[in-house]
């Protein structure tokens, strides 16, 4: 079936550190990937997406690229922030009509002033 | 433009007793999803409603129940709550034509305590 695998948390860096959460996803036919972030006490929020093989995805200097070939879609960014503490979600979607984002477990992210 | 909405935020329960939860959808969005999150865990997916009907479902009791409105808005229902019913309830919209979906938007959710 489909799955999400991402590393386990926390992840603690110093501000203005360079990012990377890896993420690897096990899919039938050619999933939609995504991020999506959780701050404390608040909901999910959309982070980045791609929807296609060799796409990259970016927002707020946060980016990822979608590599068929490794079957991951690993979260990056060039210099941290503070606000930037939150829980990060690795997820995929067929976005078929009828389906569901599968989640991975989330990975909890520290940033020291 | 309106985002996804929930209510209550907070909710206290009993076990045994039963709950309903509400989302109104994002404005333009026919489909609604459910979404249960533990306590440091992704989320799962309970169910997905598109025009009033079910339309898919994950592995969860049929003591989980849902509906759908004609205005898209969707309530979440559980009865003889369990302790391990205790947990973030997610909503999330997305538009759907033909055989096709979007990307799904999230609400702030609704935190369900069962004692």
């Known amino acids: 079936g489909n799955s999400v695998t991402q590393m386990e948390g926390p992840v603690t860096l110093s501000e203005e550190a360079f990012l990377t959460i890896n993420c690897t996803y096990t899919?039938?036919?050619?999933?939609?990937l995504f991020w999506y972030v959780q701050y404390p006490g608040e909901g999910l929020q959309l982070l980045l997406k791609?929807?296609?093989?060799?796409d990259k995805g970016s927002n707020k200097g946060f980016e990822a690229t979608y590599r068929k070939e490794t079957t991951s879609f690993h979260l990056e960014k060039g210099s941290v922030q503070v606000s930037d503490s939150a829980v990060y979600f690795c997820?995929?979607?067929?976005?078929?009509?009828?389906?569901?984002?599968?989640f991975g477990k989330g990975t909890r992210l520290h940033i020291l002033p | 433009e309106t985002g996804v909405t929930q209510s209550p935020t907070h909710l206290i329960k009993t076990r045994g007793q039963q709950v309903t939860l509400r989302c109104s959808s994002q404005?333009?969005?026919?489909?609604v999803s459910w979404y249960q999150q533990a306590l440091g865990q992704g989320p799962q997916f309970i169910f997905q409603y598109y025009r009033e009907e079910e339309n898919g479902r994950g592995n969860f009791p049929p003591r989980f129940s849902g509906l759908q409105f004609p205005n898209y808005s969707s309530e979440l229902n559980v009865n003889a709550l369990e302790l391990d019913d205790s947990a973030l309830y997610l909503c999330?919209?997305?538009?759907?034509?033909?055989?096709?979906?979007?990307?799904?938007?999230f609400g702030p959710g609704t935190r369900l305590l069962v004692l």
């Open positions: 791609a929807t296609k093989a060799d």
């Open positions: 999330a919209s997305s538009e759907a034509t033909g055989t096709r979906g979007e990307t799904q938007y």
């Open positions: 899919a039938t036919g050619y999933p939609s």
């Open positions: 997820a995929l979607s067929r976005l078929n009509r009828d389906d569901k984002i599968i």
């Open positions: 404005s333009g969005h026919n489909t």
